[in-house]
T-cell receptor, first 112, second 115 residues
Framework: RKEVEQDPGPFNVPEGATVAFNCTYSNSASQSFFWYRQDCRKEPKLLMSVYSSGNEDGRFTAQLNRASQYISLLIRDSKLSDTATYLCVVNGPWEGYQKVTFGIGTKLQVIP | DARVTQTPRDKVTEMGQEVTMRCQPILGHNTVFWYRQTMMQGLELLAYFRNRAPLDDSGMPKDRFSAEMPDATLATLKIQPSEPRDSAVYFC?????????????FGQGTRLTVV
């Protein structure tokens, strides 16, 4: 089983739709979680951190489910500008050091 | 507008040649990461440094890759000898933190092609 798993997609959704991505992780001791966004041929940029209580930033909502070991990202009212790849990041202790693992990313295409 | 600077942006080299990639982290950041991204594997952490000391380089093939921070304003990643399977985009990122993972600000990447 991979340490961090994401559905690579692509998810093709119409403008205005709501779309959700999940990301599962295998290390139950993982401590911090993030979502990054990467535009085509660009560098990844932090979209939002994921807090235990869940957090919202405008149209974006991130949730953490420790029992089932997954994080989610919900995008409401999708815009054309949301087209990108969304990467989840998991950090936690692993064999004596802090390990950072990126998921492979989920590609989102918002269509007019 | 502070940003991470990577050079070169693109590099084409022949198999067996040495490749050196350079990174200037954001001034004041104490954590530097090197990542490699391919279509098949996604983004892989190769190495990371805190206060110039290597904390984790378990993701880096030790026989041909080396990462160093000669000073706080420069990080280098070397591949010697390079192989076609090293073709990828290499990102450097920097951050500020005392423990654990911090937000990483990425450079624009070096697109390496080994022929």
């Amino acid at each position: 089983r991979k340490e961090v798993e994401q559905d690579p997609g692509p998810f093709n959704v119409p403008e205005g739709a709501t779309v959700a991505f999940n990301c599962t992780y295998s290390n139950s001791a993982s401590q911090s979680f993030f979502w990054y966004r990467q535009d085509c041929r660009k560098e990844p940029k932090l979209l939002m951190s994921v807090y235990s209580s869940g957090n919202e930033d405008g149209r974006f909502t991130a949730q953490l489910n420790r029992a089932s070991q997954y994080i989610s990202l919900l995008i409401r009212d999708s815009k054309l500008s949301d087209t990108a790849t969304y990467l989840c990041v998991v950090n936690g202790p692993w064999e004596g050091y802090q390990k950072v693992t990126f998921g492979i990313g989920t590609k989102l295409q918002v269509i007019p | 507008d502070a940003r991470v600077t990577q050079t070169p942006r693109d590099k084409v080299t022949e198999m067996g040649q040495e490749v050196t990639m350079r990174c200037q982290p954001i001034l004041g950041h104490n954590t530097v990461f090197w990542y490699r991204q391919t279509m098949m594997q996604g983004l892989e952490l190769l190495a990371y440094f805190r206060n110039r000391a290597p904390l984790d380089d378990s993701g880096m093939p030790k026989d041909r890759f080396s990462a160093e921070m000669p000073d706080a304003t420069l990080a280098t990643l070397k591949i010697q000898p390079s192989e076609p399977r090293d073709s990828a985009v290499y990102f450097c990122a920097s951050g500020l933190g005392s423990q654990g993972y911090t937000e990483a600000f990425f450079g624009q990447g070096t697109r390496l092609t080994v022929v």
